[in-house]
Antibody, heavy 124, light 107 residues
Framework: QVQLQESGPGLVKPSETLSLTCTVS????????WNWVRQPPGKGLEWVGY???????NYSPSLRSRVTISVDTTNNQFSLHLSSVTAADTAVYFC??????????????????WGKGTTVTVSS | DIVMTQTPATLSVSPGERATLSCRAS??????VAWYQQKPGQAPRLLIY???ARAAGIPARFSGRGSGTEFTLTISSLQPEDFAVYYC?????????FGQGTKVEIK
């Protein structure tokens, strides 16, 4: 069973860049999309963006100007970089796999495996 | 963006009773909806994908229905471990969105 583990600093200063890495174990990066989802304290889930094995990305429009997701196929990892952070970026950050499902001859990707999440606090 | 609206925000149910959670999409998402359960301090857990397919290891008391814009998650007989927050999620296009969640609490 594939497992995901987030790593990175738990505290980031305002205006700096938040950087997290997700390590994928017991599975390959191919044939899936690799996502970041965040959850502010006491609130719901917010999709941040995804990347695939080839490096194709898509980002939430509300974060697009500040977010970059990259992939390291050698180490079976993918990473999130969020620049110019403010207190509003304080959240639990989850990495997650989206697996393919074939419907009417088109593949759609649903999130089926999640990391445990890591708490990032933005504060000076 | 497709907005997913979940109702009710909170559902108070006694153990053993049936719970029905609703999720409405602002436009058609076909059957591309998943449901997740989240307990405090934990990651979400996949229950249902493709609107009605149960994920591996999920008990049969969880069922999903719907297509287009209206979706439901039903828990046929609530067990103590089912009290949690439930989220719907549409993945019909590249910009996936979550509902705001329904908290199922003990009555």
């Amino acid at each position: 069973q594939v497992q995901l583990q987030e790593s990175g600093p738990g505290l980031v200063k305002p205006s700096e860049t938040l950087s997290l890495t997700c390590t994928v174990s017991n599975g390959s990066l191919s044939n899936s999309y690799w996502n970041w989802v965040r959850q502010p304290p006491g609130k719901g889930l917010e999709w941040v963006g995804y990347i695939n094995y080839s490096g194709d990305t898509n980002y939430s429009p509300s974060l697009r100007s500040r977010v970059t997701i990259s992939v390291d196929t050698t180490n079976n990892q993918f990473s999130l970089h969020l620049s110019s952070v403010t207190a509003a970026d304080t959240a639990v950050y989850f990495c997650a796999r989206a697996a393919p499902f074939l419907s009417a001859r088109v593949y759609y990707y649903y999130i089926d495996v999640w990391g445990k999440g890591t708490t990032v606090t933005v504060s000076s | 963006d497709i907005v997913m609206t979940q109702t009710p925000a909170t559902l108070s149910v006694s153990p053993g009773e049936r719970a029905t959670l609703s999720c409405r999409a602002s436009r058609s998402v076909r059957s591309n909806v998943a449901w997740y359960q989240q307990k405090p301090g934990q990651a979400p857990r996949l229950l249902i994908y493709a609107a009605s397919a149960r994920a591996a290891g999920i008990p049969a008391r969880f069922s999903g229905r719907g297509s287009g814009t209206e979706f439901t998650l039903t828990i046929s007989s609530l067990q103590p471990e089912d009290f949690a927050v439930y989220y719907c999620h549409q993945y019909d296009n590249w910009l996936s969105t979550f509902g705001q969640g329904t908290k199922v609490e003990i009555k």
